[in-house]
């Protein structure tokens, strides 16, 4: 009997580790382990559809919810919102502190786990209800921003209307905070961001704009910073952003770069004392920064410098001073980009991708794939995975040419960007949680 046991203990323990490292690790938040979109993958299907043996799994989450889903060991969790594009007495936008009468029954704002193996569902947690929703643009959700997870732990934010922190295992809510408050006028859309013990929260709405910093374990607040810089405009509409910030390295110093209308700004993450700040112009910045080459790359929305690359070693205002290079063609809009070496790839909102030179800006190639685009690529071995909103998926072959390496498609449509498990895809389309791997 003890060898028995033993065996089981070595077996389980050996595909689990295989089953975990055969591709990426635990893919924790957007865009992925190092926030770029990038996967160590090797074996990632390139050829798939509706019906094919490389389907694995299919599971309907029904609501609606842009959130893209995360991973952990056997987990995979998405947020989920009410199934409408706004409820009939939700908000108006133009409307900063009068609601509406409340709406009964209320909105529901939930989180759905899904066994990595079956797709079953392990949990389906009510997170909040809200009573009094503000308004909410028919293109997004109540419920676009992506969570973190770690083990054994995992956050949750829906802007103001709450965030979250939920035992992985129970799934019991360890704490929450429902006291942080902006009009988002459109509804909120950025993303959580840990490191060390804090949790990195964005609020740039209407009314006030400013990023925060909570206790991961507690929810306590440890610092709040107004953006407090000059928006040339007394139009809450031109300071709002959806963007999700990072946190990168330079030295032994240590940057959360956060982007947001008009400028972005480094700060301190253990203070949030602003660091450096370069102005861009723009208005609903979406896309997560990227890093590397030496230079952090902005993408800033809108504008004839919605794209620059800045080198992250300045003090104060750096706009004039470490500006290398500024793009203001086929930039997206909501879609963040790829890094990969010195070559920065995209596809923009309305199907046309391009790689540019990362060093310079140069336009090195461009294509029109064609449909819309709202979610952000994925890279895995020379490889790039584009999701559209009419179900298409390309493929194009990361390089100094153009290659369309494949065109699948499935039902539905999608605004969340791609997961990876192993040598699994994980994809959320409007209605379903696809698990999509090469059957040997």
Same mark, same amino acid.
């Given at each position: 009997m003890r060898v028995l046991v033993t065996l089981l203990i070595v077996f389980s323990t050996t595909f689990s580790a295989a089953f975990s490292h055969a591709g990426e690790e635990n893919w924790n938040q957007f865009r992925g382990p190092r926030g770029d979109g990038t996967s160590r993958a090797k074996g990632l299907p390139l050829a798939f559809g509706e019906g094919s043996k490389e389907i694995v799994w299919k599971t309907?989450?029904?609501?609606?919810? =842009?959130?893209?889903?995360?991973? =952990?060991?056997? &987990?995979?969790?998405?947020?989920?919102?009410?199934?409408? #594009?706004?409820?009939?007495?939700?908000?108006?936008?133009?409307?900063?502190?009068?609601?509406?009468?409340?709406?009964?029954?209320?909105?529901?704002?939930? !989180?759905?786990?899904?066994?990595?193996? /079956?797709?079953?569902?392990?949990?389906? $947690?009510l997170l909040f209800e809200i009573d009094q929703p503000q308004y909410t643009h028919p293109t997004n959700s109540y419920a676009s921003c992506t969570p973190w997870i770690e083990e054994g732990r995992i956050w949750f934010h829906f802007g103001s209307y709450g965030t979250a922190c939920v035992d992985t295992k129970t799934g019991k809510k360890i704490w929450e905070r429902r006291d942080i408050r902006c009009h988002h006028w459109r509804g909120p859309g950025s993303s959580p961001v840990m490191h060390g013990e804090n949790l990195f929260l964005t609020f740039d709405g209407y009314d006030q704009q400013f990023v925060m910093a909570l206790d991961k374990n507690t929810g306590k607040t440890v610092w709040r910073r107004d953006r407090g810089i000059d928006y040339g405009s007394d139009n809450g509409d031109r300071k709002k952003a959806y963007s999700t910030p990072r946190v990168i390295t330079v030295g032994k110093r240590e940057l959360l770069i956060s982007p947001f209308a008009m400028a972005t700004i480094a700060y301190a993450p253990e203070t949030g004392e602003p660091v450096w700040t370069v102005y861009h112009g723009g208005m609903n910045a979406a896309a997560k920064p990227l890093y590397g080459n030496g230079l952090v790359y902005i993408s800033a929305g809108s504008g004839p410098n919605a794209l620059i690359a800045v080198?992250?070693?300045?003090?104060?205002?750096? /706009?004039?001073?470490?500006?290398?290079?500024?793009?203001?063609?086929? $930039?997206?809009?909501?879609?963040?980009?790829?890094?990969?070496?010195?070559?920065?790839?995209?596809?923009?909102?309305?199907?046309? !991708?391009?790689?540019?030179?990362?060093? /310079?800006?140069? +336009?090195? =190639?461009?294509?029109?794939?064609?449909?819309?685009?709202?979610?952000?690529?994925?890279?895995?071995?020379?490889?790039?995975?584009?999701?559209? &909103?009419?179900?298409? +998926?390309?493929?194009?072959?990361?390089?100094? #040419?153009?290659e369309l390496v494949a065109r699948n498609e499935l039902d539905g449509f999608f605004n969340a960007s791609p997961a990876v498990a192993g040598n699994s895809l994980i994809l959320r389309s409007a209605t379903h949680v696809y698990r999509i791997e090469n059957q040997h």
């Open positions: 309907e989450v029904a609501g609606r919810a =842009w959130s893209s889903p995360v991973v =952990w060991g056997r &987990q995979v969790w998405v947020t989920n919102g009410p199934d409408v #594009q706004n409820p009939p007495s939700a908000t108006d936008r133009n409307s900063l502190v009068k609601f509406d009468q409340p709406l009964d029954p209320p909105i529901r704002l939930s !989180a759905v786990c899904l066994d990595l193996e /079956t797709g079953k569902v392990l949990h389906d $947690i080198k992250p070693d300045g003090q104060g205002d750096v /706009t004039d001073r470490k500006v290398v290079w500024r793009q203001g063609k086929l $930039i997206p809009k909501r879609p963040s980009q790829i890094l990969v070496g010195n070559r920065y790839y995209m596809m923009n909102d309305d199907g046309i !991708a391009a790689c540019l030179n990362a060093l /310079t800006g140069e +336009i090195i =190639w461009k294509a029109r794939v064609g449909g819309r685009y709202w979610s952000s690529p994925l890279y895995a071995n020379g490889y790039i995975y584009f999701l559209s &909103q009419d179900g298409e +998926i390309p493929i194009i072959r990361a390089g100094d #040419q153009y």
